[in-house]
């Protein structure tokens, strides 16, 4: 059972504050979405329904290292869903939130082995395999479920920048030498099609991460 989003349309005799009682016309009328839109752009501009969906951006293939050492690629990833953010270890200001609702979504989860999640460190040269595992002991993380990754700076920056386009403005746009720091998350198909944005300090954007994924299940 999850949420269901809708969408509230009222008509203008509703919303004039006028003393007469709607008609059944008048009454709020709710769509339910039932299926979620593509991201090729980074403007995150919904596409719905695409005629050729092997065209559209895919995550490009990739490989790092979580907290338990082990690597974390493409192949990881192949017919999962999963829920990517961004962080560092050092961080107390968003990260310790978005990584609080995060826990919340693989906690919901937890029994689903098509939905996994990633975490990013976006300061690899600090946060080693070791500090990462020491990290990840504060949150309820599932072994093979939640990946807490670090690699080259390079790869890293240039996978949230142009693959998941984690930034408001395009990552292309971006000097690669430029810290990146974000609080979104983003939802990832089993085509690595992006499906999802987020703000990842929202809890209540959580209870939207959570139905959209339970669509991409029944897809």
């Known amino acids: ?7 509230m349309v009222f008509s203008a005799a509703v919303l004039s504050g ?11 009328q709710v ?14 501009t919904p596409i719905w329904n695409p005629v050729e969906v092997d065209t559209l951006h895919r995550v490009a293939p990739f490989c790092f290292t979580n907290q338990f050492n082990q690597p974390v690629s493409d192949s990881t990833v ?8 961004f962080f560092f270890t050092a961080c107390s200001s968003i990260c310790p939130k978005m990584m609080r ?3 919340k ?3 919901h989860f937890a029994a689903q082995n098509d939905v996994i999640f990633i975490s990013h460190t976006v300061m690899p040269w600090m946060d080693s395999v070791s500090v990462l595992k020491t990290y990840a002991e504060n949150f309820s993380v599932i072994e093979k479920k939640w990946h807490f990754v670090t690699g080259t700076k390079s790869d890293l920056y240039h996978l949230a920048r142009t693959s998941y386009f984690v930034e408001e403005e395009p990552g292309y746009t971006k000097d690669s030498t430029e810290f990146l720091h974000t609080e979104h998350f983003v939802l990832v198909d089993k085509n690595r099609h992006l499906r999802g944005l987020y703000n990842g300090t929202v809890e209540l954007e959580m209870e939207r991460v959570i139905d959209d994924i339970e669509l991409l299940l029944q897809e």
Request: glycine fraction near 0%; charged fraction near 25%.
């Open 1 to 7: 059972m999850y949420w269901k989003r809708t969408i």
């Open 18 to 28: 006028c003393s007469v009682q709607p008609e059944k016309a008048d009454l709020p």
């Open 31 to 44: 769509e339910t979405v039932t299926a979620l839109p593509f991201y090729d752009q980074p403007d995150f």
């Open 78 to 85: 192949e017919n999962k869903i999963y829920l990517v953010n």
């Open 101 to 103: 609702n995060m826990e």
């Open 105 to 107: 979504v693989q906690n």
